[in-house]
């Protein structure tokens, strides 16, 4: 459920309903601090202030600890896919050393390899069960790709090139178990769900505190709830790498693939 919430709906939406009901919860709390600032003292009224900052403080280090987390996630899907375009490419050129007729089959299953390993639609609402998919398909590839390995080692046991080709094929079979990980590894929905709970705790305070005082500055409410629902919609953003605003690159992959069918009799140049 609540991976559907941040990772399965529209993006925009996630961000107008934030920003709304942060917009409701800041108007709760100045109407409630609004009807009881008659009865509450001026030290009082200090005293929640600064409750509020810390909790505001509270409320930065929550927010930049949960953009680490996702950034960290978004920078080693983007290195895998550099590192399996390159293990594909090597695993490429090493084919073009081996005998007839391995050589023209692996190098046609390699080709299909690549084609596949790109994302056919980034927006599909779907992306779960696509990436689920593709990973099916790239397993039966890997599968004819083995059995050409296997071939090999029997009839070239001894050849250092046979192994070196074996070698870098365990590289990019490996490479699909890395990012498909890296793919469910996100920020934990609940982790998510509390930091969007304790934001509204936050602007909640920031509006008891302003109806204390019976002060509100439109524009400085409005700006500090748009940047509160946008960063956080960032966060979630960066860990759907495949729709959204920030998407893992795949140039690597797009390069690699171009290689390929531009010149696939003589290897890639």
Not at 139 to 145: F, V, W
Request: hydrophobic content about 50%; overall charge neutral; cysteine-free.
């Amino acid at each position: 459920m609540l991976g559907k919430l941040f990772y399965g709906g529209n993006l925009w939406l996630l961000f107008l309903a934030s920003a709304t009901v942060f917009l409701l919860v800041f108007e709760i709390g100045y109407r409630l601090g609004k009807s009881q600032g008659g009865n509450i003292d001026e030290a009082t009224k200090s005293w929640i202030a600064t409750i509020d900052g810390a909790v505001l403080t509270m409320l930065s280090l929550l927010l930049a600890f949960s953009f680490g987390m996702a950034e960290n996630r978004f920078d080693a899907r983007r290195q895998l896919v550099v590192d399996e375009a390159n293990a594909i490419g090597t695993t490429y050129l090493r084919s073009q050393w081996l005998a007839e007729p391995h050589r023209t089959e692996i190098a046609r299953l390699l080709r299909q390899y690549v084609d596949l390993r790109l994302p056919k639609d980034t927006q599909t609402l779907n992306v779960d069960e696509a990436v689920l998919q593709m990973a099916a398909r790239s397993e039966q590839l890997q599968d004819q790709l083995w059995s050409h390995a296997v071939e090999i080692a029997k009839k070239e046991a001894l050849s250092p090139m046979a192994a070196l080709f074996v070698a870098t094929l365990n590289d990019t079979i490996d490479l699909q178990t890395k990012r498909l990980a890296a793919f469910r590894n996100r920020v934990p929905e609940i982790i998510l769900l509390l930091l969007y709970i304790f934001a509204g705790f936050s602007i909640l305070m920031t509006g008891y505190v302003s109806g204390l005082r019976d002060r509100r500055n439109s524009f400085m409410m409005f700006t500090m709830i748009g940047l509160m629902a946008f960063f956080l919609t960032v966060i979630v953003d960066l860990d759907r790498p495949q729709r959204g605003l920030i998407t893992v690159s795949q140039e690597s992959l797009i390069q690699l693939q171009q290689k390929l069918h531009a010149d696939p009799l003589q290897g890639i140049k």
